[in-house]
């Protein structure tokens, strides 16, 4: 949090202060006038308004132009350590006594220098040094001094506070960025140890289909760099990624392999994390269609569900072998575990996250993520 002078060097704030700061010092002046006023009133003598006013106003804007040079005393010695406490002490009792009497015969001579009577007659210095005004002047600069010592020390504990409560704030966003960084990074050689060992296996009876293999995955890797510090991405972007994934999957699987897309355009501008569909359609490929030698189809659906996204990743038709359970304790593999990770750690308890077997033995995952949009999403095509 910025200090108060910090503060002051932005012109709006520094004038919002002004105002603030007049408000209360005159707010104190009418105040204080009316009582005198009252108290003068009930006198033998007739008592004229305006001077009684303008000696308040006058009396509080003195300190009001004191109450900087109380607040760097304060800030610089302040009450918040205890083995500074009687320093502190020392420092503003003798600040209050210079101040208050610097006040008192400030004031003293103004109102004498410019004939400022509740009465009309002209004072003379020595019945304003003599009378209650000097005296009572004082008294009342000690209180005054003493409530602006308390106002900015309650401010700079304040400000020390929320200060401290920002910082950690701001430590605990840069660990969760760290980790979210983190697991979306053992993505990658997850995935990487998968197509490797497949482009190697298709190399030695399919070179062609191996190079070209290569060549998806460098474009793949190409758009994963471009995109490494990014945790959001609009779910167009998303399904950009996964089109390069898949394309490598079904140069591997040839025919075995079908994908269909069911993409609601409404959601096609959403923020998702970034990273978060592959590993879902990677463990589709691998439990639903790799162990078996017939066909088999993965849909990706998305639909807005009112301020809900849902992603649904199916596939039909080969039974799952893979105990996947929905409670978090287990999810299947690296790829999933890490999928929940982020997730939790992105939209805490927000979300939903389901592994759950159809009725055609095939296996779906049905993703529900708050739903936001990026303004400057591009449409799909």
């Known amino acids: 949090m910025q200090s108060l002078y910090e503060e002051m060097k932005t012109e709006p704030r520094k004038w919002q202060l002004i105002i603030v700061l007049a408000l209360f010092w005159t707010l104190l002046g009418l105040s204080f006038g009316a009582i005198s006023y009252s108290v003068a009133a009930d006198g033998s003598k007739e008592v004229r308004a305006f001077p009684v006013f303008l000696m308040n106003f006058i009396k509080f804007y003195l300190w009001a132009a004191l109450a900087p040079v109380i607040f760097v005393i304060t800030k610089r010695f302040n009450f918040e350590r205890r083995d500074t406490f009687l320093i502190s002490f020392a420092v503003h009792l003798t600040a209050c006594v210079l101040l208050a009497g610097i006040h008192s015969n400030v004031y003293s001579i103004i109102v004498w220098a410019f004939n400022i009577s509740y009465f009309g007659s002209t004072p003379s210095i020595a019945t304003l040094f003599q009378d209650f005004l000097f005296f009572g002047n004082f008294y009342l600069g000690v209180l005054l001094y003493t409530l602006i010592v308390i106002i900015v020390q309650a401010y700079l504990f304040f400000d020390k506070q929320q200060a401290e409560t920002m910082r950690n704030a701001e430590m605990q966003a840069e ?18 140890f998968n197509a490797l060992h497949s482009i190697s296996s298709l190399n030695l009876v399919d070179p062609p289909k191996a190079n070209r293999m290569i060549a998806r995955l460098g474009e793949f890797l190409r758009l994963t760099l471009e995109r490494s510090d990014e945790q959001m991405v609009t779910l167009n972007e998303e399904l950009d990624f996964l089109r390069y994934y898949l394309e490598i999957e079904q140069i591997r699987f040839s025919d075995r392999l079908t994908v269909e897309f069911d993409i609601d355009a409404e959601t096609i501008s959403a923020e998702v994390p970034h990273l978060i569909l592959q590993p879902l359609v990677e463990n ?36 799952n072998r893979v105990s996947l359970q929905t409670d978090g304790n287990s999810s299947g593999g690296t790829g999933l575990k890490n999928v929940r990770s982020r997730l939790v750690r992105i939209y805490g308890e927000s979300f939903r996250f389901e592994l759950s077997e159809g009725t055609d033995d095939g296996m779906t995952v049905d993703l529900e993520i708050p739903f936001a949009v990026e303004t400057d999403a591009i449409l799909l095509d």
């Open 175 to 192: 660990l969760a960025n760290a980790q979210l960084q983190a697991l979306k990074m053992q993505l990658q050689p997850h995935f990487l």
């Open 284 to 319: 589709a490929v691998k439990h639903g269609i790799a162990p078996f030698a017939g066909e088999g189809r993965i849909k990706i659906r998305s639909q807005k569900i009112e301020k809900i996204l849902l992603l649904q990743v199916k596939n039909d038709g080969a039974k």
